[in-house]
């Protein structure tokens, strides 16, 4: 099976402590869990489109 894991710059302590990558790309299909749409500094927009944007883009720099 071809797939490899998503993990986003700044997050790699997070995946070692909790034995999980924050996203899977296989094949076709990106699979996510815990990507959150928040800032480079940690702070959540109130705006739910950008909130998207921001986790997509996380995921496609990973």
């Known amino acids: 099976m071809n ?4 993990i986003p710059d700044g997050t790699q ?3 070692n ?7 899977i790309l ?3 299909h990106v699979f ?3 990507m959150t749409g928040s800032r480079p500094d940690g702070s959540m927009p109130e705006n739910l489109e950008e909130q998207f944007h921001l986790a997509f883009e996380r995921s496609s720099r990973s």
């Open 17 to 23: 402590d909790l034995k999980i990558s924050p996203g």
């Open 32 to 34: 996510v869990t815990g």
């Open 3 to 6: 797939r490899r894991a998503l």
């Open 13 to 15: 302590a997070a995946v």
């Open 26 to 28: 296989s094949h076709d």
